[in-house]
């Protein structure tokens, strides 16, 4: 089979015609100035080192590759693994990303740490991270979501960070996040913008992409060190896609024999309310990048809606929306319910709890296993545990 020959971003944070740097000229140099700085971390052997050294002592990577056997003899046909991101230290991957994102703001020499978060799990992410290197926090967050997520808010706030509600439009992520930006371009001196996803002006969505990789890469050792092969499938949940990209980035050369499936959230299913952009959106330009998303017919962006808040967001990274274009990613969506059963099914199956934006991938995986021959080879990214979700959980399951 041949390889897939694949370089994204081009030098202006381009994935094809998607991405870009839309700003106002008092973020240029910020933007510019945090390029140049990630340029030289990223080949620098000292960054690779420190930064290495914490994933393993500080995270806890490489996180397992686990066989899930009674799931997989459940549903009969392929073997389902999971990649187990649900057990690095904060409880989900924005971890990984939030580290190397500290490790530059130390270089750069910034005192002051911005965030946006919607289920709170990027902002605790943050929070620690600002914790470990003594560094002030300040994390915006919609009103809706500080309700929505209470428990998240206390862990940022024991963190030592300061949670900054956010009172304008829906009052959720994509509020937060024009607000993190306005914060920036009013202090952008001492300010170190921690992006939580690949979304935004370039380079972040090639830098967040670079720090998740990790991910992908631990994988393809993984599997073939334990199931003695390559996978057939490969499926992670798509919220603004940092897991997604993450785990899919080493497996793009073999994107013709591998397939990369992504998921969204469908929601209360794709007529009604719901987060599928890749699906439903067209193209606009949202937090600095051309992206597809959800809008009206005039252009104002459309409330996004999940059952899961990570998953809660209008638009995807523009990186994704290329990959699409190319055909070396195919993307699916599955509903609320679909994944409140995906959850509670691998809950009792596995004694795992994942995330209810783990989830989705889950039913996906649960949708093909039965279809494919026993030989076969499905894995799942785990992107999180389910404490945070516990709440809805219990309110929609009875419990
Ligand atoms: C934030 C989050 C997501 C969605 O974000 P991506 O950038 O799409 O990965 C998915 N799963 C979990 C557990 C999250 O916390």
Redesign the pocket.
Known sequence: MTKVVYSAPDEFGHFGTFGGKFIPETLVKNAADLEKEYLKAKDDPEFIKTLEGLLRDYVGRPTPLYHAARLSEKLGGAAIWLKR??LCHT????INNALGQVLLAKRMGKKRVIAET??G??GVATATVCALFDLQCIVYMGEEDIRRQAPNVARMKLLGAEVRPVSAGTRTLKDATSEAIRDWMNNPEETFYIV????GMHPYPMM?RDF?AVIGRETRRQVVEQAGRMPDLVI???????????MFFDFLPDARSVELVGVEAAGEGLEGKHAASLTKGEIGVLHGAMMKLLQDQYGQVLEAHSI?A??D?PG??PEHCYLQRLGLVTYTSTTDSEALFALDTLAKTEGII?????AHAVHYAMKRAPEMPKESIIVVNL???GD?DMGTIMQELNL
């Open positions: 991101e649900d409880g989900a991957h924005k919607g289920a799990q990027h939580g996803s690949v979304i967040v998740q992670a949940c798509v919220g603004g896609g940092s897991n997604a990209i993450g899961s990570g998953l967001y995807v990274g994942c995330a209810l934006e783990s992107s999180g545990r945070k």
